[in-house]
Every structure is written in structure tokens, then in C-alpha cells.
Nanobody
Framework: QVQLVESGGGLVQPGGSLRLSCAAS????????MGWYRQAPGKERELVAT???????VYADSVKGRFTISRDNAKNTMDLQMNMLKPEDTAVYYC?????????????????WGQGTQVTVSS
């Protein structure tokens, strides 16, 4: 199994910044893509940004130029630097990883999710 633990959420004023972190642990063989999704109240979960093992990134149009995703392959960690935050960025942010890990006695590739961290942008 893979455990993903997010940290860094909180309350920030519009225009402010926050940095989210995600740490992966467990019987990992390899991690392919990692990413951040978010879900606002009453809305579906949506992609924020992803990064593959080679560092290639993809961003939602709504966060381009404001958010930066990064990862440390050696430490199995990922960060999301969020700048110029807007009230519409308010959501629970989830870390996800596409990883090959020991699952039910054998190594399988699967997708895992963290528990989420709340980000609230409000004055």
C-alpha cells in the first residue's frame, strides 16, 4: 500500500501564498506521475497540476502562472507552490500518485490518494 500525507493547507487572504506538500511512503517500487486535485463544495474533483518522474508538468488553465508543482524523486515528495491565491481556489486539495507498490502480496501499479488538506482563501 501507498500512504500519501498532505500538509500546508490553511487560511490565507486573497493575493497571498501557500505551499502544499505531499509525502509518499510504503512499500514503493516506483512512482510515475504525481499530482494535485481539488474539490470545492458542491463541485466535482478537478485537476490542478501533475508532474511525471521526468519533471514534465501539466497545469489547469485556471492556475497557470500562479501555481508551481515540483517533486523530489529521491525523497518521494511533491510540493505545490500557490501564489496570487483567489477565493475561487478555496477547496480541499488532494495529493495523488501513480505508483508501483506492494499490494496484497505482489507489486502492482495503482493510483493512490491522500486524505486532503483544506485551503481557504478569504478576507
Amino acid at each position: 500500500q501507498v500512504q500519501l500525507v498532505e500538509s500546508g493547507g490553511g487560511l490565507v487572504q486573497p493575493g497571498g501564498s501557500l505551499r502544499l506538500s505531499c509525502a509518499a511512503s510504503g512499500s514503493l517500487f516506483s512512482i510515475n506521475a504525481m499530482g494535485w486535485y481539488r474539490q470545492a463544495p458542491g463541485k466535482e474533483r478537478e485537476l490542478v497540476a501533475t508532474i511525471n518522474s521526468g519533471g514534465k508538468t501539466v497545469y489547469a488553465d485556471s492556475v497557470k502562472g500562479r501555481f508551481t508543482i515540483s517533486r523530489d524523486n529521491a525523497k518521494n515528495t511533491m510540493d505545490l507552490q500557490m501564489n496570487m491565491l483567489k477565493p475561487e481556489d478555496t477547496a480541499v486539495y488532494y495529493c495523488t500518485a501513480d505508483a508501483t507498490a506492494l499490494r496484497a502480496g505482489a507489486y502492482y501499479r495503482g493510483r493512490d490518494w491522500g486524505q486532503g488538506t483544506q485551503v481557504t482563501v478569504s478576507s
